[in-house]
Each structure stands twice: as structure tokens, then as C-alpha cells.
């Protein structure tokens, strides 16, 4: 299939099975077109989004469906642009990743209201990109394609490669040259093709947008562009599991990463599906998204009051949240606004401690992305934002053997020669 960038209203029926996906909707104007691989809209250039028909849904049997379902994303098949029989073609099955409750960091956080950590780093390449890349690949099948493709900070990379050596798709993935080694290796070793870009993200994302365009780039599924209202709909996943783990509530706080800020408004959506299914209690929640100072336009704008998002250019260790010109950063500013969140940010030194706070008090190394979260949990407490007395879920997005460098210097306490003499010598008796 020829690769449209905006939708054209010629064709009115759908031809493609996603389940309850009825159309694709502009976000800005609310105009419909036809499900497709478009993701902007042909009257106002806004970004299109999945729009469901969701009718017909009985709360308790949807609640025993999913419950009876399997234990990854699959189980919320009748709430994603998926085939009903999704669960029996090749895909990675991401998801169902552990709530930890985080006991420990909550006593050193002063957080009386209980605190989890949903750690997606025990997804299949471990990290939360596979969700959505999940349903992009499904889209993909759907559409046609048999390339997939992306621009990356580096996760995704990795979770295209892996995907599409699952599922028999070519893959030929774009990210900036300088990432490192964890990310590159884990990009490459599914052997799809993996091309460095000199250039930063946002010039990465550029050059794909030109390839799109290009006959070079035909019948390619670009997972977060011309895919992307399919690959959005994943993060959808984690709001899901969350309320579900926490026995069908909703958290009261939650602290997502941001990015292109594309996670952060799907988790506001799934959560606003589930109240409006019926699926979970309706009342208030806050959401508080989280930068690294080196990259952090969307908590630049937040803290200036400003609707827009001025483009940075990224300087962080936290380089898979390193896209300065974020597609999501308006909507995610009205997000945080609206249900009485905020954003903040955190400098590379407060994400290494975090890294380090986390490892130490729960058991689990997070990627410099974990560090934003947990940094900014800290932080938002001690400024007396985040409210510690009630329930907080913070997002672990990454797994820390990705990010090694972050915490280089960590490591051997002594090295002594084999004997018990010499373990004496070394003080640690
Ligand atoms: C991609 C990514 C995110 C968030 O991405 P968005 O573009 O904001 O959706 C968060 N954490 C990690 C580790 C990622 O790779």
C-alpha cells in the first residue's frame, strides 16, 4: 500500500479489521477518516487517534474477559485497535509487568499513602516500548507492510527489531549515531538493519519524515509516524495494568516520563476509558510528567505558564527522553493542568542518586529514564507537590543495563587475593 501522509476522505468504508478501532479522529477539529496508515488530518493538519466503538460492553462480563485473558497486553484486546485473534499471531506478547510495591522507597520518601513502582523493564527487550510497538505491528499486518521502521532514542529501536524478527517482517530502523552501546547492541542483534544518523532525535524523526515522502520509504510502517494513533494506543496498556493490579482502582498519583509525551496522554485516556467503562471508581487522579533539565521543554513551559513548548536542544544522559521538539507536549501541559498535576525536572546528578535509591531500597536498576521518574518523585515531594499520603504509582520505563555509563564508578568494594587474610586486611570485618 502506497504510504499517505494525510488521509483523504475518497475512501469511506473501513477494510481493515482492528476490533473495536471504528476511525481514525483529529484531536484538534474531531474530523473522521477512515482507519489507515495516516496520522495527520486533511483539514487542519492535527494529529489523528484511534476513536472506538465501545458500545454493546457489559462492565462485569468485560471485567471477567479480561481477567480471564492472558497474562500480557492481549487481555485488553477489546479496548486496542487489535484483531479479536490477535493473541494467536506472532508477537511478542508484552505486558502484565510487575506493580512493585515499594515499601522501602517509601519510608526514605516519607510516602505514607503506599507506593509502587511499575517496572515495564521486564518487558521483552526491556523496556515499554514493546507495547507500542505491539499494536504498531499489528496495524502494519493489517495495512499490508513489510517493512517496519522507526526513528528512536533507542528503546524502540530495539523493540522494532525484535518484533519484526518474531512476526517475519524486514526491519530497517534510524537512530542517532551516538547512543549507547546497551542500546545499539540490543538495536542490532535481531539482525534488522540499523542505520546511525548524524544528528539528534529530532533529526533523526526529520530524515524519516523525508523518507516517508520518498519512493524509497513505499510500503514502509514507520511505526511512530505513519503508524503512529495504532502505536500510540499501547501506553494505553500500562493504565490498565495498573488499576487492575492495584484490584481495579485507580491510583491517586502517577508519575510518567516524558519524551515526545505520547506515553503520558495514552495513560490519561486509558484511565478515562476505564472510568467511563465503568471498569474502575470514578474519581479524581493526578498525573506528573517527568524531564531531565537537559531536556526538558514541556516543564520549561509548564513552570512559565506557557500553551506552547519552545524545542530544546537535548543535553542529558537520560537520552531516551532526549527529543527536544516533543509531538505531545501541548496536550501533555492540559494534562497535567487539568487533573492538578505538574511537571518537573531533574538534573543528570539527581537521576544517577535515583538510579542508585532505587537499586538500593527496592531491587531494581532502572535506566536513566527510571531515574527521571524516581528524581522527580523526590523532588516533587520535598517541594510538597506530590502529596505522600496518598497512593503513587512511579513508571520504571527502562532496565539500567541498557545505560551502564550512567552509574559507571559503581562497582568492586575491594579486591583482595584469595585468602581469609587477606579479606581481613581489606576492613570489611
Ligand atoms: C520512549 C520512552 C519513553 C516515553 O516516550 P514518549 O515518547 O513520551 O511516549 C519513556 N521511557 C523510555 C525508557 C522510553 O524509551
Redesign the pocket.
Known amino acids: 500500500m502506497a504510504v499517505q501522509t494525510v488521509a483523504s476522505t475518497t475512501d469511506t468504508a473501513n477494510s481493515v479489521d482492528l476490533g473495536p478501532a471504528a476511525a481514525l479522529s483529529c484531536r484538534e477539529c474531531g474530523h473522521r477518516v477512515p482507519l489507515g496508515p495516516v496520522f495527520a488530518c486533511e483539514e487542519c493538519f492535527g494529529p489523528l487517534e484511534i476513536a472506538y466503538d465501545f458500545s454493546g460492553y457489559d462492565t462485569e462480563e468485560l471485567r471477567k474477559r479480561i481477567e480471564a485473558g492472558p497474562a500480557n497486553i492481549w487481555r485488553y484486546a477489546p479496548l486496542l485497535p487489535v484483531p479479536a485473534d490477535v493473541a494467536t499471531k506472532p508477537n511478542l506478547n508484552p505486558g502484565w509487568t510487575k506493580l512493585v510495591q515499594a515499601d522501602n522507597l517509601a519510608r526514605e520518601l516519607g510516602v505514607t499513602g503506599g507506593l509502587y513502582v511499575k517496572d515495564d523493564s521486564g518487558n521483552p527487550t526491556h ?3 514493546d507495547r507500542v510497538v505491539a499494536q504498531a505491528l499489528e496495524a502494519a499486518r493489517a495495512f499490508g507492510f513489510t517493512t517496519l521502521s522507526c526513528s528512536s ?4 529501536a530495539g523493540a522494532v527489531g525484535a518484533a519484526a524478527a518474531r512476526a517475519g517482517f524486514r526491519s530497517c530502523v534510524f537512530i542517532p549515531h551516538d547512543l549507547e552501546q546497551g542500546k545499539i547492541v540490543m538495536a542490532a542483534v535481531y539482525g534488522g538493519e540499523l542505520v546511525g544518523i548524524e544528528g539528534n532525535y529530532d533529526d533523526v524523526n526529520r530524515f524519516c519524515s523525508e523518507l516517508i515522502g520518498d519512493p524509497a520509504g513505499e510500503g514502509w510502517g514507520f511505526v511512530n509516524v505513519n503508524l503512529r494513533p495504532y502505536y500510540a494506543e499501547g ?1 494505553k496498556t500500562l493504565a490498565y495494568e495498573v488499576c487492575e493490579q492495584l484490584g481495579w482502582r485507580l491510583p491517586d498519583q502517577i508519575v510518567v ?8 496522554t495514552k495513560i490519561d485516556k486509558g484511565l478515562q476509558e476505564l472510568i467511563k467503562l465503568g471498569l474502575v471508581e470514578d474519581k479524581p487522579y493526578k498525573i506528573f510528567g517527568a524531564q531531565a533539565e537537559g531536556c526538558s521543554p514541556v516543564s520549561t513551559a509548564y513552570k512559565a505558564g506557557h500553551d506552547v513548548v519552545r524545542p530544546q536542544k537535548p543535553d542529558t544522559i537520560a537520552k ?2 532526549a ?1 527536544g521538539n ?1 509531538a ?1 507536549g501541548p496536550y501533555v501541559l492540559d494534562i497535567a493542568r487539568r487533573t492538578g498535576g505538574a511537571v518537573e525536572d531533574v538534573t543528570d546528578a539527581q537521576v544517577v542518586e535515583a538510579i542508585k535509591l532505587l537499586a538500593r531500597t527496592e531491587g531494581i536498576f532502572a ?1 536513566t ?1 527510571g531515574g527521571v521518574t524516581v528524581g522527580v518523585t523526590k523532588k516533587l515531594i520535598e517541594d510538597g507537590v506530590l502529596d505522600p499520603s496518598l497512593t503513587t504509582v512511579v513508571l520504571n ?2 532496565d539500567g543495563l541498557k545505560t551502564l555509563d550512567a552509574v559507571a564508578g559503581t562497582g568492586l568494594t575491594a579486591t583482595i587475593r584469595p585468602s581469609l587474610e587477606s579479606f581481613r586486611e581489606a576492613g570489611l570485618v
Not at 257 to 264: D, K, M, T
Open positions: 523496556s515499554f516500548k532514542t533507542g528503546n524502540l501506553s516520563p516524558i519524551a515526545s509525551g505520547s506515553q503520558l531516551s527522553l527529543i516533543p505531545d535506566e529514564a520505563t527502562g
